[in-house]
């Protein structure tokens, strides 16, 4: 009895010594200004977008390339073939980076990293959903040469009430927010955007051209319309 209460005391601390080992992570995880510099000095570097393929296709790292982490962990590695090369990870705020960059290491692969998530990043952007900024004299020359443009007012209901230019839809932040395009179907049609001082025009049209419109434009704001305007609180 003795005996087997012996060897059971050596396997518990053999268990106990394992347990208190240093942990091994396997990947290592840059900061931004790291996995910046590490792009910039290593051309050879394979920067890796996990998230979908609609998100990269909307916004990415320039040079990255898309394997979303679903097809890691269905076992496509087809374009990354070389185990032995330097790749560093990201998706929207870092979770789908470190599964994948666990994926790899799994698989062998020798110099991985990753590096969080593209939305708080400060390196350069490509982005396919932009909108394009104009001036209002663009935009008045727009709105007379193309029937088919329309402009969007985005502020509250009761500033559009008191005031608003002639002609515009009152389309607010909240209705693109929602979803709620019943007044603009065309998703190809010129849509220039406004609001009071131009931060809801943008966001807007930000929203708009992330749900496929694709021509959309921003002009600012109604305080600095030189224009006619109209309402319950224009004077007659």
Known sequence: MKKFFAVLMIFMLALCTGCGGEKVIPYKSLTHEEAIKMIGEKPDVIVLDVRTADEF??????????????ELRNGNFSSIPDKNQTILLYCWTGRRAQDSAQILVNKGYKNVYEFGGISDWKGPIVETDTFKQI??????????EDPNAKLLDCRFPKDYEARHIPGAIHFPLEAAVAENFEKIPDKNAPLITYCGDGNRGRLTAKVLAENGYTNVYTMGGIIDWKGPVEGTEVNN
Not at 136 to 143: F, I
């Open 57 to 70: 296709e909307k916004k990415h790292i320039p040079s990255a390339i898309s394997v979303p982490l679903e």
């Open 135 to 144: 001036t209002q004299e663009e935009a008045m020359a727009m709105l007379a």
